[in-house]
């Protein structure tokens, strides 16, 4: 705004009538109010499609959609309100040319033969920037996919699972020998460990699955070069122990992934069916497929048979010699293994239950089962074993259904590759046995790749959306389609930065990404929208100083006009990218919680904003000559832009 100030008052050093100060202030602001404007309504709009996303990510990218969206609705009213009444108080006294400022003469010094050795090589400048857009995409289509950036919680969840029919005195004594070996790592600050199922409905934990929180010290306080994997690494290897397979993840991560999709780890395959004997042996054999594929880790199939049950079947015939009823044989097995309710004790406003049972060593084998006293009324005493049957089988430890089908599952995580390949792989080894399922059964992918799979579908709505969005806008402040095609060149040369700074710095494509991308576009329209006004107003120079005709204007004249029309509006655009790349660049290096997820976003973000400056500086100005050499050439005139309400 001050520079366009300056060219308009045409004064040097001096002072000037304040009125005439205050119209030279009116015609600046109209001159750039609609591109500054518009700019920032379409940096608005842009991000609205975030609007669409759903489920997780829509929770955790809703609120930045709305604090952005509201900043930016407020600056774009504050554009065209407040910041030319500011203007007013602040430009004030004598003014200095542009040529005064020493870092705008370095700038136009470098920029201007750089701009005119682009004109003149046009067709290298072109085929440069084609040939970099084209090596884009395969990189793009070569990079890892995930749903979310691993967000680091400072704390790891070890989720090992037994055998179903494991004892309680074997489930502690594991737990107690895994919690000693987890605490002679150096990084462990904590441990705590549990077995069983809280008194609650909402936690079906068997006993067989152990649940131990490890946290950790703070990162400065690890041994030097040693990454949360290394430390994952070195704990797996030494809790090797036979009959316990290991589970490696974080708990909150963990707790989200069970409540959206039942699954406890990255990736689940589940084996929908009519017979558990079945559904686990189809398990079996995809947990053999899936063996040995690169980025699968803690492969477990969830037990729905082997679980071990006392079944106590009652003679009939016995009983009846005995003179007993089914209801005294039950009421005997009752109190000795269940317990029975005695009374209820009151200590103040608390109640509790007083139970009684036998004690341990007449219940804690098959034996002594057999040896419980049924007391008859002309017999006296006789053994269980008299009268009923008492012997193990074998069951399921627990039935899972899932639409209204029974259910087993595949659980494994994923580490040290990215979710979409592996899980591409898998599918691929799996297609040929999928054919084979009997009818009535059928397999399910889930976990975060069900996530992965729902949020890629709403990106594919949602990016032609936001494409189409800025389209519209851009038409409204140009009222010119070329023009608004011109600026949109931008965004496919804003994906060269973005996507080697992701590949630079070996981050996965995901939905934080994709937010990144979004966001970006409006940052490289931003920028591509105040050349596009500044060569209309060299533009309406030419025309006013040698007329709109063929006869009048040369090819010469187009390129020192366009060259005057980029390379002295040269700070205002360099502004622009610079107070984007403040902003932005200091969280590359931040280290805080939560910047797992943020540096995905900020990072196509920065590398975007610096090619698709380097575009619109180098390459936008030429196509723009082009597309006037051209309009002289067949209309006999160039169409020229109002740059002003």
């Known amino acids: ?170 489930v502690k004594r594991i737990l107690q020998v895994q919690d000693k070996i987890i605490k002679t790592v150096p990084e462990v600050k904590n441990v705590l460990g549990k077995a069983g199922r809280a008194n609650t409905a909402t936690d079906n934990s068997p006993i067989s699955m152990i649940e131990t929180i490890i946290l950790l010290k703070p990162q400065s306080e690890w041994r030097a070069g040693i990454t949360k994997n290394d430390i994952i690494n070195e704990l797996n ?75 106590i079947h009652i003679k009939r015939d016995e009983i009846s010699r005995y003179g007993l009823s089914v209801d005294d044989v039950n009421r005997v097995i009752e109190i000795a293994l269940g317990g029975m309710k005695l009374t209820t004790t009151v200590e103040g406003r608390q109640r509790f239950s007083v139970n009684a049972r036998f004690g341990q060593d007449f219940r804690n084998n098959l034996t002594a089962l057999k040896r419980l006293q ?27 259904s899932e639409n209204a089908m029974l259910r087993g599952t595949v659980l494994f995580n994923v580490r040290e590759r990215d979710l979409g390949s592996t899980v591409n792989e898998a599918r691929e080894k799996l297609n040929t046995m999928i054919n084979k399922l009997p009818k009535g059964y059928y397999l399910e992918w889930s976990g975060q790749y069900e996530n ?95 007329g709109n005709s063929r006869e009048t204007i040369t090819p010469q004249d187009l390129r020192e006009y366009v060259i005057a029309g980029a390379a002295k509006r040269l700070r205002p655009k360099i502004m622009t990218v610079c107070v984007s790349l403040f902003a932005l660049v200091p969280i590359l290096w931040s280290h805080g919680v939560g910047s797992d997820v943020m540096k995905p976003i900020v990072l196509p973000m920065v590398g975007g904003v610096l090619t698709s400056a380097t575009h619109i500086l180098l390459v936008t100005p030429l196509i723009f000559l082009m597309a006037k050499e051209y309009e002289l050439r067949k209309n006999g005139k160039i169409e020229v832009l109002e740059a002003k309400h």
């Open 452 to 546: 992965l799979m729902r949020s890629e579908q709403t990106l594919k709505l949602i990016l032609p959306v936001v494409l189409l969005v800025i389209f519209i806008s851009m038409y409204f402040a140009f009222h010119s389609a070329r023009e608004a095609f011109l600026s949109l060149i931008t965004i496919p040369f804003a994906l060269i930065g973005g996507a080697y700074m992701i590949w630079f710095w070996g981050v996965n494509l995901s939905v934080a990404v994709a937010v990144g991308f979004i966001a970006l576009f409006g940052l490289a329209v931003e920028t591509g929208i105040v050349m596009v006004i500044y060569l209309n107003d060299a533009m309406q120079q030419l025309v006013a100083r040698k």
């Open 1 to 170: 705004m001050t520079k366009l100030f300056n060219k308009i008052s045409g004064k040097d050093k001096q002072r000037i009538p304040e009125l005439v100060r205050i119209q030279i202030i009116e015609r600046a602001c109209k001159q750039v109010s609609r591109g500054v404007f518009f700019s920032t309504i379409i940096i608005i709009t842009s991000f609205l499609p975030v609007f669409l996303l759903t489920g997780q990510e829509g929770k955790l990218f809703h609120p930045l959609a709305f604090t952005k969206t509201f900043i930016m609705v407020v600056d774009a009213v504050l554009v065209v309100t407040l910041a030319p009444v500011l203007i007013s108080f602040f430009m004030k006294g004598r003014f200095r040319p542009e040529t005064a400022n020493p870092v705008n003469r370095l700038l136009e010094r470098i920029y201007e033969p750089v701009i005119k050795a682009c004109i003149k090589w046009r067709k290298t400048t072109i085929a440069i920037n084609i040939i970099a857009l084209a090596i884009t995409i395969p990189l793009l289509m070569s990079l890892g996919r995930e749903f979310m950036p691993p967000l680091d919680e400072g704390s790891l969840l070890f989720m090992p699972v037994t055998l179903p029919d494991v004892s309680n005195s074997e």
């Open 374 to 400: 049924v007391q008859t009324m002309n017999y006296g005493p006789v053994p269980l074993e008299t009268v009923a049957d008492v012997a193990i089988a074998e069951g399921p430890p627990m039935i899972n």
């Open 237 to 311: 290897n030494k809790l090797q122990i036979p009959g316990v397979t290991n589970g490696w993840t974080q708990p909150i991560i963990n707790r989200i992934n069970m409540l959206s999709t039942g699954i406890r780890t990255d990736v689940g395959v589940k084996v929908y069916g009519q017979n558990l004997d079945t559904i686990y042996a189809f398990a079996q054999t995809i947990k053999k497929q899936l063996e040995g594929i690169n980025g699968v880790k803690d492969l477990y199939v969830e037990p729905i048979t082997g679980g071990k049950y006392i079944d």
